[in-house]
């Protein structure tokens, strides 16, 4: 929904991402998800007193890489902070964060919404540490330290977005430049992509910002269009029957699509940020910027374009640049045939659904020879996609499959000739016509022999040789 009543939302976005380090934030204890709770802590991500925590210089790096993924400005120094809050899943009594000073600033992200460029600003994006684990199983709370210091970007963006679908083609478009760099396995299931959405309402045409209210910790990116349209009707309900829309945090209840109330938002200075006084400034510099800039992996909107480029359809290219290993596989393909367009719509087609389903798959050589059978007329279209499909049956090459189950192009002029004439005699009155001059009559032989041949006569040959018949 765009507008309701005459309202519109103004969104903003929090996004936690995981950074992929195989050792936490600022300990050496593992940063893998799962395991039994609490085997992967020590004094350092439980805060006992005199732990000294350390930067890991993977962490930065993965950080620095989100920001040039995202096209911000890394600082040349940013300082960690503590925010200080009490919760069950914290048992330092405070979370170190980058409040003041952080790592990368200023970048935006572009995506394409109904045809439409859409950028949305990045304001910054910091490093801190992950919290722990809370279930609730019945009445009974348990809480698993094992994520307690585990690396997070947090990527908040300016307030750009105007609707529940640009809220989630932006979240979509961020997760997939993530996973391109490389920088996080971004499962919003597990956890390691998490949003916080922002929304105030206005009146549509008004500038003035809203109130806003703050959901916290929607786990999928339809969620994300749900609270937001939750949120533009439940304020704008409220502003109309004469009421006020208060700054809360909120939630996202999946069973009833509504958002419920938390807490009244804190102030910032309920935190009492203060600086970390174990870890030093950080200092990213320039020629450092630049090694992590040269490293980074291309990123898909410039893949997907590439794609397009050599002639593949717009929409084929935006599926195989959905995901890295379905890029990465193509990749090879594109290097190994003559026909990559061809190679493009097999691939969609035929090995895309496999691949999602996460079964196995043609080696990439396969996909590729198999584009070129079609691109020498070896095999028609229908034929290639049964040649490759028989190909993942069976394991065999599409060769090997073609010549097994006769998929090749009938070639041979003596035996389409035969071909011709027993069509011929089983289409006496046809051939009548023809010889009077209906030359358009001349369809039925070709389709005669066609269904003698299973489709597989050359159509330019066959063509030729029924015009030769009939001189
Ligand atoms: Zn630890």
Redesign the pocket.
């Known amino acids: 929904m765009v507008s309701y009543k005459g309202y519109e939302p103004v969104i903003g976005v929090e996004v936690h991402v995981e950074l992929r380090t195989s050792e ?1 934030a600022f ?1 050496r ?1 593992s940063a893998e998800y799962g395991g039994d709770p609490d085997s992967k ?2 004094p ?2 439980l805060g006992m007193p005199g732990a000294t925590p350390s930067l890991n210089p993977e962490a930065h790096r993965l950080a620095v890489l989100t920001g040039l993924a995202l096209g911000c400005k890394i600082e040349r120094v940013s300082r960690f902070d503590r925010k200080h809050y009490f919760y069950p899943d914290l048992p330092k009594g405070y979370q170190i964060t980058q409040f003041y000073d952080p790592l990368c600033r200023d970048g935006a992200v572009t995506f394409e919404l109904d045809g439409v460029r859409r950028t949305v600003g990045i304001e910054r994006i910091h490093l801190e540490e992950d919290a722990g684990k809370l279930s609730y199983k019945g009445d009974k709370l348990s809480i698993d330290n094992n994520r307690c ?1 585990v690396p997070l970007a947090e990527i908040v963006t300016r307030p750009h977005m105007r609707s529940a679908d640009e809220a989630m083609a932006f979240v979509d478009e961020l997760r997939r430049i993530l996973l391109f760099a490389g920088v996080s396995d971004c499962k919003m299931n597990e956890g390691s992509l998490r949003c916080d959405v922002n929304v105030s309402v206005r009146p549509v045409g008004s500038e003035t910002p809203g109130v806003r209210c703050e959901i916290k910790n929607i786990n999928s990116i339809n969620f994300i269009g749900r609270a937001v349209d939750a949120e533009l009707v439940r304020q704008t309900d409220l502003i109309l029957s004469g009421g006020t829309v208060e700054v809360q945090t909120r939630r996202f209840n999946e069973d009833t699509l509504k958002t419920e109330y938390m807490r009244k938002k804190e102030k910032t200075a309920d935190y009492r940020y203060i600086r970390e006084p174990e870890i030093p400034a950080v200092i990213t510099d320039e020629a450092y910027v630049e090694s992590v800039r040269r490293e980074m992996p291309p990123l898909p909107a410039k893949r997907e374009e590439e794609l397009r480029n050599i002639g593949i359809k717009a929409e084929s290219a935006k599926l195989i640049c959905s995901l890295p290993k379905l890029a990465d596989y193509f990749d090879l393909v594109k290097k190994e045939t003559s026909d990559a367009v061809t190679a493009a719509n097999l691939f969609v087609s035929e090995i895309i659904p496999v691949m999602r389903r996460g079964e196995p798959c043609v080696p990439p050589e396969y996909l590729a020879r198999c584009a070129d059978m079609f691109a020498a007329g070896d095999v028609n279209i229908v034929s290639a996609r049964t040649s490759l499909r028989l190909s993942l049956e069976e394991g065999i090459s599409p060769h090997t499959a073609a010549e097994r189950h006769g998929l090749f192009v009938l070639k041979d002029e003596g035996l389409i000739k035969e071909m011709i004439e027993k069509a011929c005699a089983s289409n006496e009155k046809t051939v009548a016509q023809i010889r009077a001059g209906k030359v358009s009559a001349k369809k039925v032989i070709i389709g005669g022999v066609m269904k003698l041949s299973s489709g597989r006569a050359e159509p330019r040959l066959l063509s030729r040789l029924v015009d030769e018949f009939f001189e």
Do not use: F, R
């Open positions: 936490k300990c204890c802590c020590c350092v991500c210091g």
